[in-house]
């Protein structure tokens, strides 16, 4: 009976804080797969081994100014910043084969953009692989994200 008393009082905005430092969490240890997450265990267990974006990847510090997402991708505008060429728009695709990566990509950014926080976004300097809605003129195709 105590068991149907609890689940009665349960809240939702209760598990918030939860969820927001499982997300940072996951932050934390990297997007196991990723090239970035790769490279850091690399430079881990060799530290010789540089850990900066090989030649056909970059990264740039993000500040959200807005995030959609569409059926078939998921687009970040980020504020420019005067003398860099970066893109200002970053993009993931959301189809069925990459379901778990644009969940990981939704937390962290949901939990960045709530919280008023930057994040380092890497990215490819490949436009031909950007996913849908994601111009080459003004955008690039997110392979990690950083926060903090």
């Given at each position: 009976?105590?068991?149907?008393?609890?689940?009665?009082?349960?809240?939702?905005?209760?598990?918030?804080?939860?969820?927001?430092a499982t997300g940072l969490l996951m932050l934390g240890l990297g997007l196991p797969g990723s090239k970035p997450a790769q490279r850091a265990q690399a430079a881990d267990i060799h530290p010789g081994v540089d850990s900066a974006p090989q030649s056909a990847e970059a990264s740039t510090v993000c500040t959200i100014l807005d995030f959609t997402v569409y059926e078939d991708s998921v687009i970040i505008e980020c504020s420019?910043?005067?003398?860099?060429?970066?893109?200002?728009?970053?993009?993931?695709?959301?189809?069925?084969?990459?379901?778990?990566d644009t969940n990981r990509f939704l937390v962290v950014v949901n939990t960045a953009y709530s919280l008023g926080n930057d994040i380092r976004i890497y990215y490819s300097t490949d436009t031909s692989q950007n996913p849908p809605r994601c111009l080459a003129s003004n955008c690039g195709r997110v392979i990690g994200l950083r926060a903090g």
């Open positions: 009976m105590k068991g149907r008393e609890l689940l009665s009082r349960w809240e939702p905005t209760g598990w918030l804080p939860v969820l927001l420019s910043v005067s003398g860099f060429s970066d893109p200002t728009r970053y993009g993931m695709s959301a189809d069925a084969s990459h379901a778990l």
